[in-house]
């Protein structure tokens, strides 16, 4: 029996906008069941790696499969449906503030599927309960906490039970307890609902908590890539320069290229 394709896979992945190359040979393949962290300076490509996934921006050159397909080929049938296998969980929790809880959870159902309003209210009450957050049913956005609203938007991204999450910045803007107990979050929500996860970031005490393997994007490629505890020391200047956060090192070097 052959194993199964990969979740995601990327081959010699481009990106350019005009004479700005964002993106100049990314290959990466993740695997269920993977919590892969994706390390990086801001603004250094990283969301894009996931709005490729997503099928929202299309490679200049190179390939973008989920599960086998290719992304950029898909019509808006199909790509409807994959997203359907996907949650989103964004930096800014992006939830709308003219709709209750409940209503935000409830709008991807509503939307996407034909189930009656009593199961649809019975998957947001699950879904409230497993971010410990099932009080905030009836509550407007805000009345809510910076870290509340970001276990609301968690609860949102696996609605759909998706089969992968991608996190864009999940702990950005958090005080260090909130930021362990969202990391603690996000690893117990993917081990109970069988989901892989991509996880961008450059909060590296969340990155190390999360984990189960590291990667990491400097200048438009995946420079290294490992489990956590062999990042700790890895040999790549770059990474430990970015892992120690020293001031001094090839990311300073190249910072006015």
């Known amino acids: 029996m052959s194993d199964p394709a990969p979740i995601v896979e990327m081959d010699d992945v481009r990106l350019a906008f005009g004479e700005n190359r964002v993106l100049r040979g990314v290959d990466l393949i993740l695997s269920q069941g993977e919590r892969l962290v994706v390390l990086g300076q801001s ?15 299309k490679p200049t050159q190179g390939s973008v499969k989920f599960k086998g397909l290719e992304v950029s080929r898909m019509g808006r049938r199909r790509l409807n449906k994959m ?9 800014y929790s992006a939830l709308i503030s ?3 809880v409940r209503d935000n959870l ?11 309003v009593k199961e649809i209210d019975e998957l947001v009450m699950q879904k ?3 971010v410990g957050m099932a009080d905030t049913r009836d509550k407007m956005p805000s009345e809510l906490s910076g870290g509340m609203r970001k276990r609301i938007g968690l609860a949102r991204g696996i609605i759909m039970d998706p089969e ?18 969202i990391d603690e979050l996000i690893a117990s929500l993917s081990e109970k609902i069988g989901a892989t996860s991509i996880i961008v970031t450059h909060e590296m005490e969340s990155a190390f908590r999360i984990a189960t393997r590291m990667a990491m994007l400097f200048k438009g490629e995946i420079i290294a890539e490992d489990t956590p505890e062999n990042f700790k020391d890895h040999p790549h200047p770059v990474v430990s320069q970015f892992i120690a956060g020293k001031i001094e090192g090839p990311i300073s070097e190249s910072a006015n290229l």
Do not use: F, N
Not at 43 to 57: A, D, F, P, V
Not at 164 to 181: N, Q, R
């Open 43 to 57: 603004g250094g490509g990283k969301s894009t790696l996931l709005r490729l996934i997503l099928g929202i921006l």
């Open 83 to 91: 997203r359907q296998k996907i949650g989103m969980v964004y930096q």
């Open 128 to 130: 409230l309960e497993m």
């Open 98 to 100: 003219s709709l209750t």
């Open 164 to 181: 992968l999450i991608l996190y864009d910045e999940p702990s950005a803007g958090l005080d260090p307890v909130t930021s362990s107990i």
């Open 106 to 116: 409830a709008l991807p159902l509503e939307e996407l599927t034909d189930k009656p």
